[in-house]
């Protein structure tokens, strides 16, 4: 049976291949830390994700609190998602105009000025994304944005600011990479016309997530960190998701799955109306979880999978999205997931950014003035200031002691004003 903690004892095999990926890692950084262009980049081991802020309709605002708060306890950087269309970018005009950056520095400027390196990560609705994918006049323009972006952020601190031009590029009507190829390398020469210094992640295709990287050849720049994101079982993470297809399928049939699957029992199982009648599908969704085992080995298995192929084309990466909603899944089970993916990354010498904050698969919880929306996620009350603390279970899950709460103070470089 698999186990949520990782201290039962591996065989000699499973051993092997540890020491092996961890010899060939800590070489890897080593050998990354050496390179000048490398020994200016912001630290990236562990962050929080800022969805809802400049994304959608930014009903999680961030405030100098939350920023402190997030450095105070142990987190060394912040990814800020920002929808283009939030910030007036209109991408599928018939030529760019130049861009408003003013809400994107502000943001940038409350994380540097907390201490805390930030990832901009480009984060389209779909429908846009689909555009910049299909779309020559809209390519285009996104193209010309990032031109914009890095010779706009060229001269702010190369160590505290990272660039992510697109996030989960989707390329889902083919089987291999070569349009998100083209795509990327076209971004990548866009940037490094204006921006020779800052480091840029880059996800695989088919929606970022491992299987994509894994199939994706890495660049020719020097200056990339590879990202994946990681959300299986998707059963288990987007359990009562109210968003499609999870909320067409069986993820929105039933509450109270368990992590491990050990721990799962059928009266932990809390059926709804539709879930009644289709008690088949439920069972066959239930079996095929406990079936697949899974627990901290059987996720150490997967990172293991980036891990090699990290090791093979001697490059660095970071799962800069990893998350469990808590919609339909108990406090307990949340943690014990969160605890066996950030543990699992940090054996194997890789960053990680969880995703959220402050919404659906939030680590922190509002403790005032609070209001639910239709989704049942607690946002701030007629625009009142958030008050959030971090929800303790998740927080000692992703930092593991409370002795690293605190880091050390450092000498900031300011951004351009």
């Known amino acids: 049976m698999a186990t949520s903690h990782p201290s039962k004892t591996p065989s000699l095999k499973k051993l092997d291949t540890l020491r092996f990926s961890r010899r060939v890692l800590f070489l890897l950084m080593a050998l990354l830390s050496i390179d000048p262009l490398w020994a200016q980049t912001p630290s990236l081991m562990k962050g929080v994700n800022l969805s809802h802020w400049l994304t959608y309709d930014g009903r999680q605002p961030i405030t100098e609190r939350d920023m402190t708060m997030i450095k105070a306890h142990g987190f060394d950087h912040i990814r800020i998602p920002f929808n283009p269309q939030n910030l007036g970018w209109m991408l599928d005009a018939p030529q760019l105009k130049p861009l408003p950056f003013e809400r994107l520095d502000a943001a940038i400027r409350l994380g540097i000025k907390t201490g805390l390196n930030i990832i901009i990560d480009f984060h389209p609705e779909e429908a846009l994304k689909q ?46 990479p070569e349009g998100w190829i083209s795509l990327r390398d076209d971004i990548l020469k866009s940037i490094r016309k204006h921006d020779l210094k800052h480091l840029v992640l880059l996800s695989g295709f088919h929606g970022g997530g491992l299987e994509g990287l894994l199939q994706t050849p890495p660049s020719e720049d020097p200056l990339i960190l590879y990202t994946f994101h990681y959300y299986d ?19 929105s049939m039933f509450s ?109 919880a509002l403790t005032k003035n609070q209001r639910l929306t239709a989704d049942g996620v607690e946002v701030p009350m007629n625009g009142q200031p958030p008050h959030r603390q971090f929800i303790e279970e998740d927080l000692i899950a992703l930092i593991k002691s409370r002795a690293t709460a605190t880091t050390p103070a450092q000498k900031l470089e300011p951004p351009p004003q």
């Open 233 to 251: 079982p998707q059963l288990l993470t987007h359990l009562g998701a109210t968003w499609e297809p999870y909320s067409s399928n069986v993820n």
């Open 131 to 176: 555009q910049i994918e299909e779309d020559p006049t809209v390519r285009g323009n996104f193209i010309a944005a990032w031109a914009q972006i890095a010779k706009h952020y060229a001269s702010w601190p190369e160590q505290r600011l990272a660039f992510e031009p697109l996030n989960e590029p989707q390329f889902w009507n083919s089987d291999n």
């Open 256 to 364: 109270g799955l368990r992590y491990p699957s050990d721990q799962n029992r059928d009266e932990n199982i809390l059926l709804n109306d539709n879930g009644n009648n289709n008690r088949s599908l439920v069972n066959r969704a239930l079996f095929d979880y406990e079936a697949q085992n899974w627990g901290y080995a059987r996720v150490l298995k997967d990172i293991q999978r980036v891990a090699t192929w990290a090791a093979a084309h001697q490059v660095p990466v970071i799962c800069n999205e990893f998350g469990i909603a808590r919609i339909a899944i108990e406090q307990k089970t949340r943690a014990a997931w969160l605890h066996d993916v950030s543990t699992a990354l940090e054996s194997q010498q890789m960053g990680w950014t969880v995703w959220d904050y402050a919404d659906v698969f939030g680590i922190s």
